[in-house]
């Protein structure tokens, strides 16, 4: 299995619609198009939110990132590892908490008591999260081809740290300047990220 750029656009929205296309068009067809959406968004990150906004042009008072990020909860099989280790579960369970988290920012935003604990709860799950990944790489650190790949879970694990800080900046300004937005894009950019360590783990995994 190669690893694809994570991205809820495409898992959500983009690539649902090209499955429906199968019994029209043939699988090869689609099975392309998926391919060429992959090869640009993994050179141009954002590209097919982007495309859903310019091309698709959503009817007018639909914010399409705040739309994709309530999916993010939706379950993925590019992003589930099948292992029945309880440290793979676990890894698991806590990604799809953040997620599930993450998700319900939209509608949870402009009440300011709810949210300020939902932020609390991102915070927890972010440091449950960690804490899941550090397990796996104890505890499973010469599985299959978990040593091939340590670099770039090393490398991930940094870039999710790095998204995660990331996103609390932007929750600080956003309680100055009230840039919904920001917010919402930050929140993917996260979630994006969990199901990119997801993904490798899996890969790594599999041998």
Do not use: W
Not at 34 to 63: M, T, Y
Not at 121 to 139: C, P, Q, Y
Not at 166 to 191: E, Q
């Amino acid at each position: 299995m190669d690893c694809h750029p994570a991205s809820l656009s495409l898992q959500h929205v983009i690539f649902p619609f090209l499955d429906e296309l199968n019994s029209e068009q043939g699988q090869n067809i689609t099975g392309a198009l998926k391919d060429a959406f992959n090869k640009v968004e993994s050179e141009n990150v954002g590209f097919a939110r982007l495309f859903i906004s310019g091309v698709c042009k959503p009817e007018p008072g639909i914010d399409v990132t705040r739309s994709i990020l309530s999916l993010a909860a939706k379950p993925c099989d590019d992003y589930m590892i099948h292992r029945r280790e309880p440290e793979f579960r676990l890894l698991s369970d806590k990604a799809s908490h953040l997620k599930s988290i993450l998700s319900r920012i939209p509608l949870e935003i402009s009440d300011r008591s709810v949210f300020l604990q939902t932020i609390k709860d991102i915070a927890g799950a972010i440091r449950d999260v960690l804490e899941a990944i550090n397990s796996v790489s104890k505890a499973h650190g010469q599985l299959a081809s978990m040593p091939k790949y340590k670099k770039a879970l090393d490398r991930e694990k940094k870039v999710f740290v790095k998204t995660s800080r990331s996103f609390s900046d932007t929750l600080k300004k956003f309680f100055k300047d009230s840039r919904a937005d920001d917010v919402f894009a930050s929140a993917n950019s996260l979630c994006n990220q969990t199901n990119t360590l997801l993904q490798l783990f899996k890969v790594a995994s599999q041998g």
